[in-house]
């Protein structure tokens, strides 16, 4: 079974610059997570995807961070702009159903300078 | 948003002995509960899981202990290896998931 794929592993950008991280998670998997983990913390749930509909955004700052599912399956997160706290691994995770484990993707380390 | 906590943030221990990894929630929403490990440079790796219907659960020299009471559960490696040095994050779910700060543990040779 293919893992959760994501790309870029790594990005460098100036702040006030654009990003955009893709996510495709495991094949048949309804559940699809963003998370935010700076430097010595837990990971930050940022959105909550099932199929294609929203289900958690609540601590995702929309002022200028987006995200998207189309039709239910890869997933993108755009930051735009970019400040220089939002320098941390950006992962993402998908899941079955809500009983089972998750399964994370290696990340996208994005440094903004 | 602090709905889960680990508040040790490191632990070391001998290799042979016990670890013991604590975690504490308090959303009663919660109802199934995860422990991941971590490598640096790598994504988060399932560990082990309990429903909220159990108070225990075994794999291998992994066992997860849930106390729906206290809103407390807790990892017990036994007997612990230099290979279990990592940080460990514990995870709560329903509807969403939400995770620890983490605790890094040493198994010292």
């Known amino acids: 079974e293919a893992g959760v794929a994501q790309s870029p592993r790594y990005k460098i950008i100036e702040k006030r610059q654009s990003v955009a991280f893709w996510c495709n998670p495991i094949s048949g998997h309804a559940t699809l997570y963003w998370y935010q983990q700076i430097l010595g913390q837990g990971p930050k749930l940022l959105i909550q995807?099932?199929?294609?509909?929203?289900?958690?955004d609540s601590q995702l700052p929309k002022d200028r961070f987006s995200a998207e599912r189309l039709k239910g399956v890869d997933s993108t997160l755009k930051i735009q702009p970019a400040k220089l706290e939002d320098s941390a691994v950006y992962l993402c995770a998908s899941r079955l159903t809500e009983n089972t484990e998750a399964f994370f993707g290696q990340g996208t380390r994005l440094t903004v300078v | 948003d602090q709905q889960v906590k680990q508040n040790s943030p490191s632990l070391s221990v001998q290799e042979g002995r016990i670890s013991i990894l604590n975690c504490d929630y308090t959303n009663s929403m919660f109802d199934y509960f995860l422990w991941y490990k971590k490598y640096p440079a790598e994504g988060p790796t399932f560990l082990i899981s309990?429903?909220?219907?159990?108070d225990k659960n075994e794999d291998g020299r992994f066992t997860v202990f849930l106390n729906k009471s206290a809103k407390h559960l807790s990892l017990h490696i036994v007997p612990s290896q230099p290979g279990d040095s990592a940080v460990y994050f514990c995870a709560a779910s329903g509807p969403d998931m939400r995770f620890g700060a983490g605790t890094r543990l040493t198994v010292k040779p």
């Open positions: 995807f099932q199929n294609n509909g929203v289900v958690d």
């Open positions: 309990i429903s909220s219907i159990k």
